[in-house]
């Protein structure tokens, strides 16, 4: 299915106006006043096909959203060569002091994919060169882990989109900030992986180890 052409998201807006910010009038209001206080920092892909609000069903100001290539998420150290990433993680934790960040990964992650093609040297291209080694590590972690074994691309594909959740976990884990509230009991992080083509998604559960159905987590 193709996107959507430029005159159809305008025509779209009109109706948003006409219909969804009439009936939620006093939300905006509200928001606009009171400013805004999300107890959730939702961290995924800049994907168009990933809609954290559509996954979600949240309303504005329920999320604070940080959309990043792959999502992933520069280890502190690297904070100030990759400082918008770094400052939208520290505005949420340290600022608007969110309880929560979920880590949301994908199927057919064009990032993860691209951690085993060759990118050429191309001026048009050397950010995105540069970004993708924020995932070297996940990237070495995956082939010492299948070594010697034979893996198809479907299978090498999601198994590096779940190992890349865990390890920006742990990249979470350097900053100052998430690492004092996650101590205190303040803060708790969470890592999904949405699966594009069923609509369904998979929370990383830490004791054992492993992806399960997101409604488990309720139980």
């Given at each position: 299915?193709?996107?959507?052409?430029?005159?159809?998201?305008?025509?779209?807006?009109?109706?948003?106006?006409?219909?969804?910010?009439?009936?939620?009038?006093?939300?905006?209001?509200?928001?606009?006043?009171?400013?805004?206080k999300?107890?959730?920092?939702?961290?995924?892909?800049?994907?168009?096909?990933?809609?954290?609000?559509?996954?979600?069903?949240?309303?504005?100001?329920?999320?604070f959203?940080?959309?990043?290539?792959?999502?992933?998420?520069?280890?502190?150290?690297?904070?100030?060569?990759?400082?918008?990433?770094?400052?939208?993680?520290?505005?949420?934790?340290?600022?608007?002091?969110?309880?929560?960040?979920?880590?949301?990964?994908?199927?057919?992650?064009?990032?993860?994919?691209?951690?085993?093609?060759?990118?050429?040297?191309?001026?048009?291209?050397?950010?995105?060169?540069?970004?993708?080694?924020?995932?070297?590590?996940?990237?070495?972690?995956?082939?010492?882990?299948?070594?010697?074994?034979?893996?198809?691309?479907?299978?090498?594909?999601?198994?590096?989109?779940?190992?890349?959740?865990?390890?920006?976990?742990?990249?979470?884990?350097?900053?100052?900030?998430?690492?004092?509230?996650?101590?205190?009991?303040?803060?708790s992080?969470?890592?999904?992986?949405?699966?594009?083509?069923?609509?369904?998604?998979?929370y990383y559960?830490?004791?054992?180890?492993?992806?399960?159905?997101?409604?488990?987590?309720?139980?």
């Amino acid at each position: 299915m193709e996107g959507k052409d430029l005159n159809t998201l305008i025509k779209n807006y009109m109706e948003y106006k006409k219909n969804y910010y009439e009936k939620n009038k006093e939300l905006f209001r509200k928001l606009a006043e009171e400013g805004q206080k999300p107890k959730v920092f939702f961290i995924t892909c800049s994907d168009s096909r990933v809609a954290p609000n559509i996954i979600t069903q949240s309303d504005p100001g329920d999320l604070f959203v940080l959309r990043v290539i792959g999502n992933f998420v520069p280890p502190h150290e690297h904070a100030l060569e990759y400082s918008g990433v770094a400052s939208a993680i520290e505005y949420a934790v340290s600022v608007l002091k969110v309880e929560h960040i979920i880590i949301c990964g994908h199927s057919q992650c064009g990032a993860c994919t691209s951690l085993y093609q060759d990118i050429p040297d191309d001026p048009e291209m050397m950010a995105i060169k540069k970004w993708l080694k924020v995932a070297e590590p996940v990237k070495k972690y995956v082939l010492e882990k299948i070594e010697n074994k034979t893996v198809d691309k479907e299978k090498l594909a999601e198994l590096t989109e779940k190992i890349s959740i865990k390890f920006q976990i742990e990249n979470l884990m350097t900053y100052p900030g998430v690492k004092r509230r996650v101590e205190n009991g303040e803060l708790s992080i969470h890592g999904w992986y949405f699966r594009i083509d069923t609509g369904e998604i998979e929370y990383y559960d830490l004791e054992k180890d492993e992806f399960l159905p997101l409604e488990l987590y309720l139980k």
